[in-house]
Every structure is written in structure tokens, then in C-alpha cells.
């Protein structure tokens, strides 16, 4: 980046820090702030297999979307309704059941990943051994469903503020 491509962008509210561009509301290109504590970042258009979904993330610095509450459940739900062309497409969930068939472990830190309501849809996850990953479901109000880790799903990352 040139020197005057800094300061232009310093002169626009932004700053550089540790090679990541932060924007006047706290979260480096390209994420948007989610809430008090985190950024969000979706990729709309290029549809991702689960472990092209963890990389890219990983790549922007944060973690493939993962939560463990009923709030963030809703909070999550409404922000794939109200973004614009989000609605219609399923979401990659940071879990897999990979290692040990029906235990269900977060990627980033191995902890247990909440099960049935209102996270999973009713009877989910129901596929065994050939469906190790989820994702949010639009064809279930986006509640979480088995699927096959090797099917191409969009990718929302997050990252702390
Ligand atoms: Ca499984």
C-alpha cells in the first residue's frame, strides 16, 4: 500500500493495525459489526465446502460462525432474513461429528455444541456417519440440520471486536 493510500484511508476513519484495515466501527475489512463484541463477515456468492469454509475464515482472521444460545440463535435468524439476498441459502455451522459419530464438538475449541431446541431442527441430526457437518437450514427456518461435509454452502465468519 502506498503512504498516501494510508493516510487517505486514516483520513477516512480508518487505521491499520497489525496488517488488518479497522474501520471507524471497530472491525477490519471486510467484516461489519454484528454487536458489542463481535464482527461479522458473510461471503454471499461463492458457495464453500465445509472445510473451504473453516480456511476462509481462518483467513480473515475469525472463526466459522458458531454460537450456543437461544439469543444469538435469534439474533442470527434475523440478520439472514434482513441482509439483503441472504434469506434463501444455508449457513456452514463451525461443528462437526467427524471424529466420533453423534458427538458433536465445536472446530475452534472442541467443546460440546448445544443439541435440540431450538438450535436443531426436530429429529436433527438424523443422517449418521454420512452427514458429519451442519449448517443453518432455510428450508427449516434456519434451524440446524446434518449435512455432508463435502456439499458447498455460503459462509458467514466471526470475529471478536
Ligand atoms: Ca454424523
Redesign the pocket.
Known sequence: MKTSSVFLLIALGATLTQGYLFKSDGCPEPYDRLDETRCILTDPFVAKNYTDAIAYCKTHGGVLLHFDNCADQTLFYDYIQTEVGLASHHYWLAA???AE??V?LWDHDKKPVPMGSPFWYVGE?N???????VVLSYSYTHRWV?VSCASKYLTICLRAV
Open positions: 462437526t461429528d467427524e459419530e453423534g458433536w441430526p443422517s449418521g456417519t454420512s452427514y458429519n457437518c446434518d
